[in-house]
């Protein structure tokens, strides 16, 4: 129960303030409106700081399927455990998309623009191409995954002290790597709350994108798995 509950509520601060620093930046009469892309990039590291800090002492803070299941095949992590800890991730993201909504809902009220609205809560790619976009996923997920995987402790996963390392690492990808597809590098950040933005009653919205859908939740189990083989190989 306390790797259940760990997950979901690490991840569920993990969207929250992730996708929250999102709506503050693209939506409508925000105090941060049109504030760029260096607010979004920092603020979401500090997501991942937030939820990892939170909850490492309880359950190793994975907060993201693909780091779970590259976890799993490094040998630093129960795959008997994998599936407690994906169902919470995906739960913990579907809530903290919501109360992204709850906190923002006058103001995706105001925004015209449905595609900010669809951005809010999950990501797109700049250029629409199917392999370029999977290789972007691919790679920046190697990177997250590789250096989780070089912090993680044996057969545990993260602790607290790794907090501020790993959201630094989240901020280098979201500079460097993360301007072609938003760099989503987890399917519990991206598919849980694209299906909030289909569930939710959020007025003049768009569809959620389905036919893209699928790329944020392969791409990064790929790019998580092939950094466990990479790490595996130098060990």
């Known amino acids: 129960m306390s790797l259940f509950l760990g997950e979901l509520i690490g991840t569920a601060l993990l969207v929250l303030l992730g996708d929250g620093v999102v709506a503050n930046v693209v939506l409508k009469n925000t105090k941060g ?4 892309w260096i607010v979004i990039t920092f603020g979401w590291a500090m997501a991942v700081f937030v ?3 939170s909850v ?3 359950c190793g803070a994975h907060l993201n399927p693909a780091v779970t299941l590259a976890l799993a095949a490094a040998g630093k992590f129960s795959w008997a455990d994998v599936p407690i800890c994906i169902v919470a991730q995906m739960l913990g993201g579907a809530l903290g998309a919501g109360l992204v909504w709850l906190q923002y809902k006058s103001h995706f009220e105001m925004t015209d623009d449905r595609d900010l609205k669809l951005a809010v809560f999950c990501t797109g790619p700049q250029v629409r191409n199917t392999l370029s976009n999977v290789l972007s996923e691919v ?3 190697f990177v997250l995954v590789f250096g989780v995987l070089n912090m993680a402790a044996p057969a545990v996963g993260l602790g607290a002290v790794n907090a501020l390392p790993v959201g630094l690492l989240v901020l280098a990808i979201g500079l460097s790597l993360g301007g072609t597809t938003g760099y989503a590098i987890n399917p519990a950040r991206d598919l849980a709350p694209r299906l909030m933005h289909f569930l939710l009653p959020i007025p003049n919205k768009r569809d959620s994108d389905w036919g893209y859908a699928w790329i944020p939740v392969v791409a990064p ?3 998580g798995l092939l950094a466990a083989y990479v790490f595996m190989a130098f060990r």
């Open 56 to 58: 490492a002492a309880v």
């Open 139 to 141: 790679i920046g997920t």
């Open 33 to 36: 409106s049109n504030s760029g």
């Open 221 to 223: 189990i790929a790019g």
């Open 51 to 53: 939820g990892v800090f």
